[in-house]
């Protein structure tokens, strides 16, 4: 036997030879392979051939898997398990569908199965499946290797047909086809094969289940096996950082293998990889171990499905784009409903990133892979060429962090987070988002919309007592603010004043009072003589003296808010009597309790009308 290949005599081996050609040979027998001409190539595979007395082939071996699985395979017991399960249930031709999101383990399973299974087949022949075309050229070369005479006068695709009749016929072979683009490329191939069993793999989820016997929708590993390969195959100790490194990932396998074999080729600590992972993810998911392939990077897995999406549906990458500006978690559905074009077009483009399993739908949200956002926004800031230098085109980025950031404004509660406890709930779901898309937003920008949002989730950041996490936001909200608007706007004074009252709430008031006299300042040069807003600030920038023990000067801010309320709102109006308390509790620490206690008298029994009234 030489190279794969073993011939036994029978009555068609020929007893002469003859040649012609100056490098031709002859020879009545050869053991072994011979190659003549310029340039000769010889594809040796994993076969045993004979005869039969009519001289038809007869194949008991044969493989072309593109690889051996590899030996460190984790978490995908149940995933393999039910494989095997629906392959081993049918009778006739077994078809099953394994479909998920590209570098999530598709191609793998395959390939172990493949291996585990070699017994059950005489033949294993795998088939790159991505295009009509490539399907065409895997079967034929099946015939070539089965029927080589057949391949010197037959064309391609009566090579292709011969297979599958070749097929068709006998049983006992398995065939994957791999990174199937388009299940109508299959469909009819699947319609002709009798028995055996056929495995597809694919990034699309569209309808799988009307063609096939089983469909398995293959998802992340769990934690404990994504730890475990980037420690065995990066060959790494620290369990700790590898946690966290695999939760940076998102347990995709594709990308902990491609982080583990550049850890065990560079010798680089993981602590390091995943700062670099943090600081520039697109990068380092394109970074790759020296003679691995580069095609198998995660972002080129993916950018291959975004290019091919660009020419056929641009909307869903665009809204794709805006997806990866927001947390990776889910986000409900009816966020989408501000984006340009309506329902009907987010419907279609979120139905073709499903199909691609580049989201995951349910009925009330939809969710997008960390590692997928950072390839998204990468290839999203990147300005799209054109035929000539002159014409190439700006980045989308800032229109879509802007785009966003408006489904964000929008989506949002209307009413303030301090007054509308059943508005919490709300804004706890759009929370991370919102925290998202702002660390997107330049740090120049002058997007007041983008301002309102960061300012209100600050302001329900303060309602829940997180302080320090309101600061921030309300810091972000008021530097747009006064970039993008003329000095002195009353929106402005309304973002001092939220930030400062923060500031007092944390038991800094001495760096609150500044910010509420500018804000006062600015509301009463900007508003009307005895606008309510004035009174607020009047009355923030009093309770900021009594905390830094100022009571004294606070006196005359308390009355002059009580007096411009009763003069602006109308009576009983509940802020009328916000007022009338505040200045009570003024007087009382200052040691006039006779003069509060009229005004707290006062206060109960507005509260006590409006009561009556909200109760009829």
């Known amino acids: 036997m030489r190279d794969g290949f073993e011939e036994t005599t029978g009555p068609d081996r020929a007893h002469s030879a003859a040649a012609a050609g100056d490098r031709s040979i002859a020879a ?34 044969l493989s072309n898997l593109p690889k051996p699985p590899t030996r460190l395979f984790l978490g995908r017991d149940e995933d393999l398990a039910r494989l095997e399960e629906v392959m081993a249930a049918g009778r006739g031709v077994v078809s099953q569908a394994v479909h998920g999101l590209g570098g999530v383990g598709k191609t793998e399973l395959a390939l172990q199965y493949a291996n585990r299974q070699r017994d059950q087949f005489e033949v294993r022949w795998w088939v790159t499946a991505d295009s009509p075309a490539a399907i065409q050229d895997g079967l034929a070369e ?66 799988w289940e009307a063609v096939v016997d089983g469909c398995l929708r293959l998802g992340m590993l769990d934690r404990a096996s994504a730890v475990r390969l980037l420690v065995e195959a990066g060959g790494q100790s620290d369990q700790l950082t590898a946690a966290v490194l695999a939760d940076e990932l998102g347990y995709l396998p594709l990308a902990l293998r491609q982080a583990a074999g550049f850890l065990r080729q560079t010798q680089m600590p993981m602590s390091e990889y995943l700062d670099r992972l943090r600081a520039q993810p697109a990068e380092v998911l394109n970074r790759i171990a020296e003679g691995d392939l580069a095609e198998r990077a995660v972002a080129q897995v993916w950018l291959e499905t975004l290019n091919r999406l660009r020419e056929q549906r641009p909307a869903a990458v665009d809204l794709l784009g805006m997806l990866s500006c927001y947390a990776p978690e889910a986000v409900p559905r009816d966020v989408l409903a501000g984006y340009p074009g309506g329902g009907n077009v987010v419907g279609q483009a979120l139905a ?53 950031v408006a489904m964000l404004n929008q989506a949002r509660p209307r009413t303030s987070p301090s007054n509308d406890v059943d508005s919490w709930p709300r804004w706890l779901t759009l929370s991370p988002h919102i925290e998202a898309v702002t660390g997107h937003i330049p740090t120049d920008s002058e997007n007041l919309e983008a301002a309102s949002l960061i300012g209100q989730l600050g302001f329900f950041h303060n309602t829940q007592g997180n302080y320090n996490r309101a600061i921030v936001l309300e810091q972000r909200a008021l530097a747009i ?31 609150a009072l500044p910010l509420q006299q500018r804000a006062l300042a600015i509301s009463e040069a900007a ?33 002059r808010a009580l007096a411009i309320s009763e003069a602006a709102l109308p009576e009983g109006h509940p802020d009328v009597a916000l007022r009338l308390d505040n200045l009570a509790y003024t ?30």
């Open 142 to 207: 099946l015939t070539a290797l089965v029927n080589p005479e057949l391949t010197l006068t037959a064309g391609h695709q009566d090579a292709a047909g011969w297979a599958v009749a070749w097929l068709q016929n006998r049983s006992g072979w398995l065939l994957v086809l791999d990174n199937v683009e388009d299940r109508g490329d299959v469909e009819p191939l699947l319609g002709r094969l009798d028995t055996g069993e056929v495995l597809i793999t694919t990034r699309r989820d569209v309808g």
């Open 352 to 404: 073709v990133l499903a199909s691609y399993n580049l989201v995951t739908l349910t009925v009330e949200t939809v969710e997008t892979h960390r590692l997928v956002q950072a390839v998204v926004r990468a290839h999203a800031q990147i300005p799209r060429l054109a035929n000539t230098p002159e014409h190439q085109q700006p980045s989308s980025w800032p229109r879509i962090v802007d785009q966003a």
């Open 587 to 616: 007087l009382g620490r200052l040691g006039r309790a006779a003069e509060a206690l009229p005004l707290r008298q006062r206060a109960a029994e507005m509260r006590q009308t409006n009561g009556s009234k909200a109760s009829e």
């Open 481 to 511: 603010s006064e970039a993008a608007l003329p000095e002195g706007h009353p929106d402005v004074a309304l973002r001092l004043d939220n930030l400062a009252q923060t500031l007092v709430d944390l038991g800094r008031p001495a760096e």
């Open 28 to 61: 009545r027998e050869i053991s072994g392979v011979t190659a003549t001409g310029d340039n000769p190539r010889i594809d040796a595979r994993q076969i045993v051939m004979q005869r039969s007395s009519t001289g038809s082939p007869v194949v008991q071996r």
């Open 527 to 559: 508003l009307p003589e005895g606008h309510p807003s004035v009174a607020l600030r009047l009355d923030n920038l009093a309770y900021t003296l009594g905390r830094l023990g100022r009571a004294a000067e606070a006196l005359p801010l308390r009355q």
